[in-house]
Each structure stands twice: as C-alpha cells, then as structure tokens.
C-alpha cells in the first residue's frame, strides 16, 4: 500500500509495543497490526498528532498520542460485552506520528490535511490521536477532499469551540466555526452535533451563534436526563442527513473529570465512560462512519494515567464498530 513519496516523509515510525504480559490464549491489538508500507490493504490506521501549541489553557496533550498508545498495549481484541473478536476480519496499521511543526500552528495543519487526505485517498479510515481540537479542522477537512464537502460531523466536547480567532490566531477554540466559514465547501451547520456541552465554560454569545446558525447542541445535563440512547439516535438523523460520511470528534474534557482528569480542562458533570463509549460503539457502526480523533490527552496532567486508558478504550471500541459495520 503505497502513499505518495511527498507524505509518507511526513510520517515518524513508532515501534511497535511488546506485549504486557504474554499469554498463549491472549490475542492482543498488537499482534494483529499490519504494516503499512507492505500490506496489501488496511481498513482502519491509527496516526499520531503531537502538538498542542494552540491549546487554549494548561498544556500537555502533545504526549497524547505516546500515552493512549502505552495504553492500547494492555489491549486484547475480544470484549465480552460486544461479544466482539478483531482477530480476524479487521486490517489494522499504525501509520505514526506526523511530523508537526511546533512554532506553526496553520504549517501544522496544511501536513496533516496534506497526510490524512492521502491516508483517505486509500480507502483507510483513520483513528486520530491528537494533540489539540484545533487539529479537528484539518482531521475533517481531509475527509471533505475526498467526500465533495458533504461531511457530518458529531463532536463530544465541554466546550462549543466555535470562537473568533484570538487575536487574529488560530486556537483549539475555533476548529469548527473555521468549519461552517470555509469559502469553498463548508460544513453545514445542521450537519453539525455537540454533545456534552458542558458547565461554566461557555459564553452565551457562541451558543446564541450556534442557535442563529442552526447547529445542534446537546449539553451533558440533557444527555444524563434524557438518556444516550435517545441522544445518539438524534446526532445520528442530524449529521447522516444529506452527507455522504459521519466524523466522529471527541475532546477528552466533554468527559467526566473522574475518567479523564488529564485535559487542558476537567470538567465535571461532563459525560460517563459509558455514555462515552457507547457513544462511539453505536456511532462507529453508522454506514457512513468513516473517522475518529480523540483529542486533548494529557498524560503529563494525570498521575494516575486513567485518561490515557480512557482514550485507548474509545479507540478500541471503534475498532470493534468498524468491524462490524465492516461485515453487516
């Protein structure tokens, strides 16, 4: 499988991990990746974002992708509860981390658009592990290059991330008005669904803005009152209407504080590792589903190491939903 020569020099290899603890019965994600350069064909490729020089707030998420990967190594690829198995049927590769540009918030953006529009190109979905929000804008722009612009996207976050720029800069605050705004092929406003909007984080003047702007949103109160079940259901109608594939966002702060304490910003009352997961479980099974990123990991800002395991988990449920959607 061949990228071109432009973007795979864009590309760092990362080892892959030795196992845990060895097991003869035990198939770990490990052992199931392929690589790259000489498969054949890969469904799903992971791909590494280290940067978070416009992270608005604490810092720290540039080792995200280094710290879900440590975690992904206690992976096996059989859960009981999906009843589950990626031992077969599900191609997977580790494409690396994309070599970013740490003083250049837009360069860093113009390689990754430039790296997954290729990884796309392929007919490979990517899982994103970032890095900064603002890093959504090009994750999701590369899947409009190869889709004509008509992306739904569905983002889990605390924060709404629809901002000016500040002070004429880009930051993890604005991906997703950047979106709405592009002059050629915007993202739709009534294709775009935030989920887990949450606490004293926000400003009414960016809700008024994605009220006038017919954006959906649907606060954490809301999700733990009404039940995720009945709020997947709606993203799913809003983002699938008229497009011709879903993207789903997950900053890690639309979270809990209890399961991702190591975020630029905690929040509590923000969504459960259930809601969470099952989120990405029934999502990731859409036919349209076609990528993922999972941002704001901060391992340096977490003793404990759980948000780095968060992040693996929803990858790995992912993995199992594209599987299945896969073989439907």
Known sequence: ????????????????????????????????????????????????????TAVMGRRGCRFGPE??????????????????????????????????LHTEVLGTHERVEQVLSSIYA????????????????????ALMNNTGGRVGVIMIDGHLDVRHSHHGEVSSGTPFRRLMEEPS????????????????????????????????VIPARQVHRR????????ALERASDGTDA????????????????????????????????????QIGQHPLSRGLDVM???PSLDSSGVTSMMGAALIMHYLGATKTRLHR
């Open 185 to 216: 092929k915007p993202l739709r406003p009534c294709n775009l669904v935030e989920v887990g909007i949450n606490g004293w984080l926000n400003s009414r003047y960016y809700m008024d803005y994605c009220r006038e702007m017919g954006v959906t």
């Open 122 to 141: 392929l007919g490979v979905t990517p899982v994103i592990i970032g890095g900064d929000h603002s890093l959504s804008y090009p994750d999701i722009k």
């Open 67 to 100: 710290g879900v990967r440590s975690s992904l190594v206690f992976s096996n690829v059989y859960d009981p509860s999906l009843d589950v198995d990626l031992s077969t049927g599900l191609s997977v590769t580790d494409f690396g981390n994309i070599d970013v």
């Open 296 to 298: 704001e990991i901060a």
């Open 1 to 52: 499988m061949d990228l071109p020569a432009d973007v795979a020099k864009l590309l760092i290899d990362i080892p892959r991990p030795a196992n845990w603890v060895p097991d003869e019965y035990d198939v770990g994600l490990r052992d199931i990746m392929v690589d790259w350069p000489t498969a054949d064909s890969v469904d799903v490729g992971i791909v590494g974002v280290p940067f978070d």
């Open 227 to 234: 039940g995720i079940d009945d709020v997947i259901t709606e």
């Open 246 to 281: 879903i993207f789903l966002s997950i900053d890690i702060d639309g979270l809990d504080l209890s399961v991702a304490p190591g975020t630029c910003a905690p929040s509590p009352g923000g969504l459960s590792a259930y809601q969470a997961l099952e989120m990405v479980w």
